[in-house]
């Protein structure tokens, strides 16, 4: 008898040490991360439920990012609240407009390390099993239940093994390797289940692009997406959460999966891939699609907002200029992540290009502001989400793909295969 | 206590597979902080006319991936707060699932449901038993039981309501 990485992790939260795949288990929380849903949502059900102190103030991040800095007077409120909390809380680490997206803001403070069971009231929260961490979304009632006792139910999630090898090719990103397997599983493929990452092209990734893969496993319906860790999870930690102690965490070889997928990209080799709307599990080869004529292209989000995005995208637009009459609109998923990329010159390139580069928020990617789209507006976006209405009005049209492929099809105007500019 | 839940009658409102957390509603609305403002916006991008054919008790009955998406309370919130009495679908989202416990909306899993219930029929549920008869064609379908834990909360009223019995 074997264990998952994701009963292994939960089983070391319980009080009796088990945690089977399909088990009801009691668990202690190591961290809670929660954004504006914590003053719209959560603070009134604490209300409700005679709430007076947090478990563990140090244990508990709060961030304003999604509609950041506040583009009207009811986010604004939220904003107040959140910090009025933190306030009179006493939370450790608190994220406020300026600071960036909730899931890469945790990583970079240091907030995660392996073994750790983080819960975010966000389904994007599987985005810290890039560092070896069982991370689930839920959302206001179960984040106030932790808020006040530090511990949540869950139900073991059964896992579904990924082994990868071999390399991505030029410009190809690993956006387009979730984007393909989001397109075999279907959005619900790995509903209430934990993908698990291996394999020497999981292990070569940077932690953006590690990211990147688990941000997504949502969108196949996924609980949970773990990744063992590698020397540049390792590099992180060291750099950012260097007092804090870890132990790396490995599946037992007899763990038992629901399934497991080979996936070898040296035999069959990963294009540039497009979601056409209005599904992530819509991908297609961008190779293989009609012509479409964009009015916005966007790079930012939890998903590919980071450095390396940003890099990818200057690298393809530098010297050049993009289309006329496109909008390339750049939103840095942080503000570490701006200053680097600023430090770097890529900004600089980008605005050169004649590209929007925004503060870092959530913005474009959930219709907020910073780049709404307006009635029947194409949009090829860098984001997780091209849901009917998700960046703007119900007509609008968003394709999902890589920052390399954003970044080219802005200087064509209409969605390119990176490789061809 | 029980009856509560093994009796359920309701209009059906019938919806396809994939309705995600921004189709029942959307993204631009969670600023809202008053839920019936909020619910005024149901299903509005799927089904524009929806809050105003709705009817207090009617039985919202879908496809498969029900709730897929944003993990926002707020999707189940608004149907209970425009009088959806039950979800029934041929597969949740595992956060809409859980939601839809948590504040007290009762949600059931029937596979094919969507095969056989047309809009506007008369449905009695039973959570208990995990079935659905369907008034005009005296069909029953059999899905599967609600978990206790899910009936426990639902007895309680929601988590909250479930919580404070708890430290009592
Ligand atoms: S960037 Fe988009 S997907 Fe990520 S947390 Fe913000 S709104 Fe959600």
Redesign the pocket.
């Known amino acids: 008898m074997g264990y998952t990485l994701a009963e292994k992790i939960l089983a070391a939260h319980t009080e009796d040490g088990k945690a089977d795949a399909g088990d009801i288990i009691d668990a202690a929380v190591d961290f809670l991360m929660v954004h504006e849903v914590l003053g719209s949502r959560i603070i009134p059900v604490l209300e409700e439920m005679n709430f007076e102190k947090v478990w563990d103030p140090s244990r508990v991040l709060v961030v304003n990012?999604?509609w950041a800095p506040a583009p009207n007077a009811e986010s604004a409120l939220i904003h107040m609240k959140n910090r009025e909390f933190v306030r009179e809380q006493g939370i450790k680490h608190f994220g406020d407009v300026e600071c960036g997206?909730?899931?890469q803001v945790l990583a970079e403070q240091g907030l995660v390390v392996p073994g750790n069971l983080i819960i975010g009231s966000?389904s994007?929260s599987t985005t810290y099993g890039a560092f070896n961490a069982f991370s689930t979304g839920l959302a206001a009632t179960d984040s106030a239940l932790i808020l006040a006792t530090g511990r949540i139910w869950l139900r073991v999630p059964e896992s579904l093994r990924f082994d990868v090898t071999g390399n991505l090719s030029r410009r190809v990103m690993s956006k387009d390797l979730i984007l393909s397997i989001i397109k075999e599983l279907g959005t619900d493929g790995a509903n209430y289940q934990s993908m698990e990452f291996h394999g020497p092209t999981i292990d070569e990734m940077t932690v953006g692009s590690r990211m990147t893969i688990c941000n997504m496993s949502v969108e196949a319906g996924a609980k949970s997406c773990i990744m063992p860790i590698n020397k540049q999870v390792k590099d992180w930690l060291g750099e950012r959460a260097r007092e804090r102690e870890w132990t790396a965490i490995t599946p037992d070889d007899e763990a038992m999966y629901i399934d497991r997928i080979t996936i070898d990209l040296s035999e069959d080799p990963i294009e540039p891939m497009v979601s056409l709307p209005h599904s992530p599990a819509n991908g297609e080869a961008v190779s293989e699609i009609d012509s479409i004529e964009i009015d916005q292209a966007f790079i930012?989000?939890?998903?590919n907002g980071r450095f390396e995005d940003l890099k990818i995208a200057a690298d393809i637009v530098r010297g050049k200029k993009i289309h006329r009459g496109v909008r390339l609109v750049v939103t840095p998923a942080s503000r570490d992540t701006y200053l680097a990329a600023l430090r770097e010159g890529f900004i600089e390139t980008l605005i050169e290009a004649g590209a929007i580069v925004t503060n870092s928020t959530?913005g474009a990617?959930?219709g907020g502001h910073l780049g709404v789209l307006g009635p029947g507006e194409v949009c090829v976006s860098s984001?997780?989400?091209n849901f009917r209405g998700r960046m703007g009005h119900p007509d609008s049209l968003v394709y999902l793909a890589s920052p390399a492929t954003v970044a080219a099809s802005a200087l064509k105007g209409v969605i390119t295969d990176p490789r061809e500019v | 206590m029980l009856n509560l839940f093994n009796d359920i009658k309701g209009k059906a409102r019938v919806f396809g597979d994939d309705i995600n957390t921004d189709q029942i509603i959307q993204g631009r609305y969670l600023t809202l902080l008053d839920y019936k403002a909020m619910a005024e916006h149901t299903f509005e991008i799927v089904r524009p006319d929806f809050v105003e054919i709705v009817e207090q008790g009617d039985i919202v009955v879908a496809a498969r991936n029900f709730g897929s998406g944003?993990s926002r309370e707020e999707a189940p919130m608004v149907l209970k707060q425009v009088g959806i009495s039950c979800v029934i679908a041929e597969s949740f989202a595992r956060i809409f699932y859980r939601n839809a416990f948590n504040i007290g909306l009762p949600a059931l899993i029937v596979p094919e449901i969507t095969k056989h219930v047309s809009e506007g029929q008369e449905l009695h549920v039973d959570l208990v038993q995990g079935t659905v008869l369907i008034d005009e064609t005296n069909m029953e379908l059999k899905g599967s039981c609600v978990p206790q834990r899910m009936l426990d909360l639902l007895t309680a009223g929601g988590a909250v309501a479930w919580f404070k019995q708890q430290i009592s």
Request: charge should be negative.
């Open positions: 990012d999604h997206i909730c899931h966000d994007h930012g989000s939890c998903t959530c990617c959930v984001s997780n989400r | 944003s």
